[in-house]
Each structure stands twice: as structure tokens, then as C-alpha cells.
């Protein structure tokens, strides 16, 4: 082993600060057994990166720095999109491989278990979370629901006029019942907020449809989560691991993405400025980071951006896990201080123009040949370069990773079952259906047609009052017209007009009649 190397690493990750153990030095296939490589608690909050191409061992680096974070009191959140994360509740099993890791590293291993909490979007794999619509914002939504530029415009717009009504728009057969409103009846409100086309509405109505028939709409409603619960510390000390479970979501990566963007701006909104602590509130891992960005539109980014810029300074690190670098962008990628690469492949020219590009992204060193380290890493190997206590980043080493001590695998349906009960769980498992935009509206629909109903009574009272004399009239026309058309009528008529004609002639003649 290189001593110079050795050297180094010593004086890169002092061991008289608190700090997460990663694994030891390795060097041209010689791996030193002492677990050196080590990343501060203080500077968990700086963010973070981890990546590699698939296979290589980003879950369980991640499985690794969670369970750690825990045992030193810091809540941890982190999404399990595959379902292999949960394991974390259940301590480890002995197995030669392990055994081997840990000597090679020089890693006391104990399985442990740690406390966790299930959450799920659904419900049917943890405890349910839910969100308001009105929580999620005109932006986030649109983001969830697909919409480009025009029609998230008319979303705002849609927003803006329930905040000035007073329609709260908590779940999606609110916003619902308002596009229709709006696009119906009340278009003539929207003259002072430039008015929307129905066509517009059409597109949101099928969105909001499809995404209902998705399964969103156990989502989106009441009662809403408490970010609050996030930040528990159990009584033994060690913090809360909660893993939301999206194997039953994983065909609908909009939501879940956003919702977990959603849950950094809400903290980022509640919590109070603490500046740099010992050890983070709060650690946030960001499994398939790549979700959040595809076709984010350029708000959407700006958003991403100015949350992981500015929530450090509540005590909330980021960690986003993700199979190159280049999934992140440069705006995002520019704050994450810490880094753990995995191994890349170069099997494409395509592939090897990123290998390229991800290798001048590290920081420079005498030891390694980056790009040639980054193809010849094995699984469980990754070259890791942290902030230290001054914020200035480490030389990047290849480390041997250390072995999580919780279980590497997924629980079973019966180790799940018990923990879909918990205190936690019950607090969230009965929706509450409050009154909101939807109900207001019908209620004013309902009132609208007690209205037209009243004034269409009210006309017809009047219609009925002045229908005796119109009948009357039309009676005594209709008994005229019979007598005119009698046999007496006719008589009389022929024999008045027969002394007429003698009268005149008479007259005209001047004779007289003796």
C-alpha cells in the first residue's frame, strides 16, 4: 500500500469528529484494513451524490449511511423504489461475505436493527400519505398532471381565483368540480383573470381523470401528513428511519418525484434557520433522482434548485442517488458537496464521452487515474471525496465499502403487517372528507336552481292569473262566430238584405207603393 497515500486519507478524515464510517483505502488492488474513509456529520448537510451504473451497489451505500445517521440520533428519509430498502427494520445475518468485507476493512460488524416507519402513497405498503392540492401549488401539479407552459398558466390561473374566493382545494374532485365551474357557469368570474378556453379545461379534466384512476386520489386529501413526524428520535436516541415504499407506484414516477420535492419545500418552509449544526435535523436520500428532472420544465428546475441551495440552512442534507452525474443538472450538481462514485462502464462511444465528462467533475489527485479507476471499481467499491470541517473538498479515494449491519433485502408480507399498524399509521389510515371547493360549489349550484326554480314558479302564478280573461274573451268570440254560421242567421240575413234591395229600388223608381 502506498504510504504516502495512506498518509493522506489520514489527514483527510480525522477521526476526532463525529462522521459516518464508509469503508477503507483501496490502491492498485490492495485494500488497507482500517475503516479511514469517513464523512462528518457537520458536513451531511452540504449534500451529496451518489452514482454508479446499475448493479454496483448504490442501494446498499445508501443502506449503509442511513443506518449510521440513525445510530447517531439523525432522522433519516429515504424512498425505496424497488423495495429492498425496508430491511433496514430487520438486523443482519451472518454470511461469509460479510465476514470477509468487515475483515478486509477492519469494520467491527454487529447486526442491528433500526427503527423504522412505512410509508406509502397508497397505503397499502405503509402508513398513508396525503397531501392537499392547494398544498402542492399550481406548479407542482402541473408537473404531476403533464401539462406544458399554456396549460400550466391556466392552472395558476385556476389557483389564483380559488385563493381569492375562498375555495380550498383539497383533494382532486375540488379542482375538479371548480374546472368545470369555471369553464360552465362561471366563465363570466374570469373576465378579470384573462379567461381560459375549453379546450384548456378539457385537457386538465382527462389528466386529472387519468391520474385519479391511477390511484392519486387516496393521495390527495386530508388528513395531510406532519412533516413534523419525520423528525422523530426514538427513546433509546437513535433517529427515525422512515422509507416510503413506491413498489406499487413505480409505473408513475411524476407523482412520487414530486411529492418528494414537495416535502423538501415544505420543510424547507417550516423549519427555522439554524445555520451549521453538529450533526443535520434531517437526511433526505433521493432514490432514481433522474425522475425529478425528465422533462422538468425550466420553473420546475428553478424551484429544485433554490430548495437545495437554501435548505441547508435549516439542518436538512440531500442525497441524490442516480446513474451519472449528468442526471443532475449542473445548477443542482454545483451544490453537492460530498461524493460517492461508483463504477461506470464505457461499452459505447456515447458511454465513454460521460465517463470523460464525469471524470473532470471530481476533484484532481496524484493517486488514480480517474477515469481509469472509475471503469475497474467492483461492486461495493466507489471513489469517495467529502467536504472536511473547513468546506473544502477532500482528493477523491477508492474506497472498500464497509457492510450494512441491518438486513440487505426486503421484508416479508408478515414483517410488514405489524408495522402497518403502528401509532403512526392509524393517525393516517381514515381519510377526512371536510368541506372544500366541491361542496361549496354545489351548494351554490343547488341554490342557483332554487332560484330559477322560484322566479319559473313566480311566472307561472302570474301566467295563471291572467288566463280566465283571455278565455273569457276567446268564449264569447267563439259563440259569435257559431250564430253567424247558423241556418236562423242566414235567414235572417237573406230577408233583411231582400227589403234593402226593394227599398232602393222603389226609391230609385219613384214609385210607391199604394
Known amino acids: 500500500m502506498n504510504d504516502a497515500l495512506l498518509a493522506a486519507a489520514t489527514s483527510a478524515f480525522p477521526t476526532d469528529l463525529p462522521a459516518i464510517t464508509l469503508g477503507a483505502v483501496t ?17 451531511m448537510t452540504r449534500h451529496g451524490l451518489i452514482a454508479g451504473a446499475t448493479g454496483t451497489g448504490k442501494t ?69 400519505l396525503r397531501a392537499t392540492v392547494s398544498d402542492f401549488g399550481p406548479l407542482l401539479m402541473a408537473k404531476v398532471l403533464g401539462l406544458n ?70 393521495f390527495f386529501g386530508e388528513p395531510a401528513f406532519d412533516l413534523n413526524d419525520l423528525l422523530s428520535v426514538e427513546r433509546d436516541g ?46 433526505f436520500f433521493f432514490d432514481e433522482a433522474h425522475l425529478l428532472f425528465d422533462e422538468a420544465s425550466k420553473s420546475m428546475r428553478d424551484e429544485i434548485e433554490k430548495v437545495v441551495r437554501l435548505v441547508r440552512s435549516k439542518g436538512v442534507g440531500i442525497f441524490f442517488i442516480t446513474q451519472h452525474p449528468r442526471d443532475i443538472p449542473e445548477t443542482v450538481l454545483g451544490q453537492l458537496g460530498n461524493r460517492v462514485q461508483h463504477a461506470l462502464r464505457a461499452f459505447t462511444p456515447d458511454d465513454e464521452k460521460q465517463l470523460r465528462s464525469t471524470a473532470r467533475t471530481i476533484p484532481k489527485t496524484d493517486f ?66 371536510r368541506d372544500s371547493a366541491r361542496e361549496m360549489l354545489e351548494r351554490k349550484h343547488a341554490a342557483a336552481e332554487q332560484a330559477a326554480a322560484a322566479e319559473a314558479a313566480v311566472a307561472a302564478n302570474v301566467k295563471a292569473k291572467a288566463a280566465p280573461t283571455a278565455t273569457g274573451a276567446r268564449e264569447e268570440e267563439s259563440a259569435l262566430g257559431s250564430f253567424l254560421r247558423s241556418p236562423v242567421a242566414r235567414t235572417i240575413a237573406v230577408t233583411i238584405a231582400g227589403t234593402l234591395t226593394r227599398t232602393l229600388l222603389g226609391a230609385l223608381t219613384g214609385k210607391r207603393r199604394r
Open 368 to 433: 488514480y487515474d480517474i477515469e481509469a479507476i472509475l471503469t475497474s471499481l467492483g461492486t461495493g467499491e466507489a471513489l469517495v471525496s467529502t467536504l472536511t470541517a473547513k468546506g473544502t473538498p477532500t482528493q477523491p479515494f477508492a474506497c472498500h465499502l464497509v457492510p450494512p449491519s441491518s438486513r440487505m433485502g426486503p421484508l416479508t408480507p408478515d414483517e410488514i403487517a405489524p408495522r402497518l399498524t403502528t401509532p403512526q399509521a392509524r393517525k393516517y389510515a381514515t381519510a377526512v372528507d
Open 60 to 128: 446498499k451505500t445508501l443502506q449503509l449511511m442511513a443506518e449510521q445517521l440513525s445510530a447517531q440520533g439523525v432522522p433519516v428519509f429515504l424512498a425505496d423504489v424497488k423495495g429492498d430498502v425496508g430491511g433496514i427494520a430487520m438486523a443482519g445475518t451472518a454470511h461469509p461475505r460479510i465476514d470477509e468485507r468487515a475483515k478486509a476493512t477492519g469494520y467491527t460488524w454487529q447486526p442491528t436493527a433500526f427503527p423504522v416507519e412505512l410509508l406509502s402513497l397508497t397505503g397499502r405498503t405503509g402508513g398513508q
Open 27 to 43: 490502491h492498485a488492488g490492495a485494500i488497507d484494513p482500517q475503516p479511514l474513509v469517513r464523512l462528518p456529520l457537520a458536513m
Open 238 to 283: 437513535r433517529g427515525l428511519v422512515s422509507v416510503l415504499s413506491l413498489s406499487d407506484v413505480q409505473d408513475k414516477p411524476a407523482l412520487f418525484s414530486t411529492f418528494m420535492l414537495w416535502m423538501l419545500a415544505e420543510l424547507y418552509a417550516m423549519l427555522p434557520e439554524v445555520g451549521d449544526l453538529a450533526k443535520p435535523k434531517l437526511v
Open 149 to 218: 407552459e399554456t396549460q400550466s398558466s391556466v392552472l395558476a390561473l385556476v389557483f389564483k381565483y380559488c385563493d381569492d374566493k375562498g375555495l380550498l382545494l383539497l383533494d382532486l374532485s375540488d379542482l375538479r368540480e371548480v374546472l368545470q365551474y369555471l369553464s360552465e357557469d362561471g366563465a363570466a368570474e374570469l373576465k378579470d383573470y384573462g379567461g381560459m378556453s375549453k379546450a384548456t379545461v378539457g385537457v386538465l379534466l382527462r389528466n386529472i381523470i387519468g391520474l385519479e384512476s391511477q390511484g392519486a386520489d387516496t
